[in-house]
């Protein structure tokens, strides 16, 4: 986050005519970090924290931040296992010295063939496979527009694993390559909709709902003839645009967006979930997950309990970008209401369906840290899962 946001902290705090410990007790801030924030000794903080001290300011979460990320890339000398993904994505490709040409039908079966493993989180895997796999897609892209169609898909892949891992700007190089060249306006509308999800992982709130909703004006179709697949394009970016009016305090706004992605829900009759695209997963189940998503960002943990109750995710697979994540948000309300052995179990259970997935979570990190620190002993359990996350015991 920039570190102008204790100067601008500062001059909202004092415009309300607000003291320190007044926004403290407001936002359930501590007071110690806005002095620190104000006086400059710290230079970042959560999203979910200035979205917090800006709706007890009564401004936009968007009016504190700037260039703010939520989930930081990689830390510099961390094990960097995309690396050479991101290499292929940026270094030129040259056909001279290929023993054997790759083909458009070769490299297409090779792509859906790795689907498993992307809607699976996977991430060791495809660490391996992609670099190979996105150089031979830039060599077949030359041979027209089959092969275009097969980067276009891939590059919309690579984007989404790459947000997934916190690797924003080669996720950016892959969704604008993707976007840039694609002929099909409902799969653009999926790349966009991966577009505003980048956006909001790096803070950028008033683009995000911006782009989505200009989308959805674009590719919104007439509900009594449209297909699942437009009502599904169309209800993702709706979807996006709420999430990310909720996070800069415009609750009108993120309603207003939830609920016309419920009337596409609602025409779909059920939950729209293709075999060969599984970032098209949309229906009545998608939307109540992203209900309780908004209602956890508004501090409400027993609503989210409560919708929780009736949405059905044993019977989903466990793919991090629904499920999973709602269950994460179900672990935090578990937190908040001081059910510390029921916030291990939710944990234990994501851990058991997505192992490679988990430990890129901070959100997963921060609500671990908070059932260790009111813990005085930890059971080899706690430990073995708080080393799975990623958390220092």
Not at 2 to 9: E, P, Q, T
Request: aromatic share 4%.
């Amino acid at each position: 986050m920039s570190a102008d946001i204790g100067k601008r902290l500062q001059d909202v705090r004092k415009r309300r005519g607000m003291t320190q410990r007044q926004l403290a007790s407001e936002s359930g801030v501590s007071l110690s970090l806005i002095r620190k924030l104000e006086q400059g000794e710290r230079a970042d903080t959560r999203l979910e924290t200035a979205r917090r001290l800006a709706q007890a300011l009564r401004v936009p979460t968007t009016n504190l931040i700037a260039d703010h990320e939520d989930d930081p890339e990689t830390a510099p000398g961390a094990d960097d296992r995309w690396e050479a993904v991101r290499r292929a994505l940026v270094a030129p490709v040259r056909a001279d010295g290929v023993t054997e040409e790759p083909t458009v039908g070769g490299v297409r079966d090779a792509m859906e063939s790795a689907l498993p493993l992307f809607s699976g989180d996977r991430f060791a895997e495809l660490s391996v496979i992609l670099p190979p796999l996105l150089r031979d897609a830039d060599l077949i892209a030359e041979s027209g527009s089959e092969g275009r169609a097969v980067r276009v898909r891939l590059s919309q892949l690579t984007g989404w694993l790459l947000t997934q891992t916190r690797q924003f700007e080669a996720a950016d190089i892959a969704l604008s390559r993707s976007l840039e060249e694609s002929s099909d306006r409902l799969q653009a509308a999926a790349t966009v909709s991966t577009q505003c999800w980048l956006l909001l992982r790096r803070g950028r709130l008033s683009e995000a709902r911006e782009l989505a909703t200009r989308w959805a004006d674009e590719v919104e179709p007439r509900i009594s003839r449209a297909t699942p697949a437009e009502l599904s394009a169309w209800g993702w970016l709706l979807l996006r645009a709420s999430a990310a009016a909720i996070r800069d305090n415009r609750s009108g706004e993120a309603e207003d967006a939830l609920r016309y992605a419920n009337s596409a829900a609602v025409a779909m009759g059920r939950e729209f979930a293709p075999r060969d695209d599984f970032l098209q997963a949309f229906g009545p189940v998608t939307v109540a997950l992203k209900r309780a998503e908004n209602a956890m960002i508004v501090d409400k943990p027993d609503l989210v309990l409560k919708l929780s109750q009736r949405i059905p995710t044993s019977g989903m697979r466990p793919t991090s970008n629904n499920r999973n994540r709602h269950l994460l948000d179900v672990a935090e309300a578990h937190v908040r209401s001081r059910d510390y052995a029921k916030t291990v179990e939710v944990l234990q259970g994501i851990r058991a369906d997505a192992p490679q997935w988990l430990p890129n979570q901070r959100y997963a990190r921060d609500i671990f840290g908070r059932v260790i620190a009111r813990r005085r002993t930890l059971t080899q359990e706690m430990r073995d899962l708080a080393d799975a996350i990623g958390v220092p015991v």
